[in-house]
T-cell receptor
Framework: EDQVTQSPEALRLQEGESSSLNCSYT??????LFWYRQDPGKGPEFLFT???AGEEKEKERLKATLTKKESFLHITAPKPEDSATYLC??????????FGAGTQVVVTP | GAGVSQSPSNKVTEKGKDVELRCDPI?????LYWYRQSLGQGLEFLIY????????KSGLPSDRFSAERTGGSVSTLTIQRTQQEDSAVYLC?????????FGPGTRLTVL
C-alpha cells in the first residue's frame, strides 16, 4: 500500500532562517512526486512535480529534491509570506494520488 | 474557465439529508479527483475519473457516497443520509500532464 510520511508536523522559523521539510514515501510504480502549498481556507496550490531520483526543481525561495525513498523541500531565507502548510503527494502507476498529512510552516518576522 | 471551480462554497445541512457537491474542472483535463479534508488533516482520496474509463471508487468511505462525471467534464459528488462525521472540506482537482489543479473546496457542515 502506498504511504507518504511528512516531517516535521510543524516548523516555526525566524525570517531568513533556512530549513528543510521531509517527505518519505513507498509507492508501487512512482508516476510523480508532487509538492503543494495550502493556505488556510483554500485548496492546495501546485508547486512542483519530480519524476526521478536526482531531479531538482526551484521556484523563488523553494527547492525540491528527490531520491528513491524521499523528497526534501528546502526553504531558503524564508519570509513571513512563506507561512503555509506544505503537502507532499505521490502518484502511483494506477494514477491515484496519496497525500501526506502536511508540514505547517510559520515564519515570524 | 481560468481554474477549477466548486459549488457551493459552503453547505450546512441536517443529519439525514442528501447533499450534492459540484465540480467544474479545467477544460480539456481528462482526469478528475475528489478528496476530503477534515480539520487539520491531510487529503483523503475519494474517487478518480480518467477519461472514459470506469472510475476508481476505492476511496469512497461508504455506499452513501457516489459520484458521477457527465460528458467528461462536470462532476457531482452526492452524499446520501448525511452523518455528522461527513463534515469536512470536499476538494476537487483536475489533472494535466504533471500537474494537479485544485478547486477552492466545499465546506460541508452536518448538524
Amino acid at each position: 500500500e502506498d504511504q507518504v510520511t511528512q516531517s516535521p508536523e510543524a516548523l516555526r522559523l525566524q525570517e531568513g532562517e533556512s530549513s528543510s521539510l521531509n517527505c518519505s514515501y513507498t509507492v508501487s510504480g512512482l508516476r510523480g512526486l508532487f509538492w503543494y502549498r495550502q493556505d488556510p481556507g483554500k485548496g492546495p496550490e501546485f508547486l512542483f512535480t519530480l519524476y526521478s531520483a536526482g531531479e531538482e526543481k526551484e521556484k523563488e525561495r523553494l527547492k525540491a529534491t528527490l531520491t528513491k525513498k524521499e523528497s526534501f523541500l528546502h526553504i531558503t531565507a524564508p519570509k513571513p509570506e512563506d507561512s503555509a502548510t506544505y503537502l507532499c503527494a505521490v502518484r502511483d502507476s494506477w494514477g491515484k494520488f496519496q497525500f501526506g498529512a502536511g508540514t505547517q510552516v510559520v515564519v515570524t518576522p | 474557465g481560468a481554474g477549477v471551480s466548486q459549488s457551493p462554497s459552503n453547505k450546512v445541512t441536517e443529519k439525514g439529508k442528501d447533499v450534492e457537491l459540484r465540480c467544474d474542472p479545467i477544460s480539456g483535463h481528462t482526469a478528475l479527483y475528489w478528496y476530503r479534508q477534515s480539520l487539520g488533516q491531510g487529503l483523503e482520496f475519494l474517487i478518480y475519473f480518467q477519461g472514459n474509463s470506469a472510475p476508481d471508487k476505492s476511496g469512497l468511505p461508504s455506499d452513501r457516497f457516489s459520484a458521477e462525471r457527465t460528458g467528461g467534464s462536470v462532476s457531482t459528488l452526492t452524499i446520501q443520509r448525511t452523518q455528522q462525521e461527513d463534515s469536512a472540506v470536499y476538494l476537487c482537482a483536475s489533472v494535466a500532464v504533471g500537474e494537479q489543479f485544485f478547486g477552492p473546496g466545499t465546506r460541508l457542515t452536518v448538524l
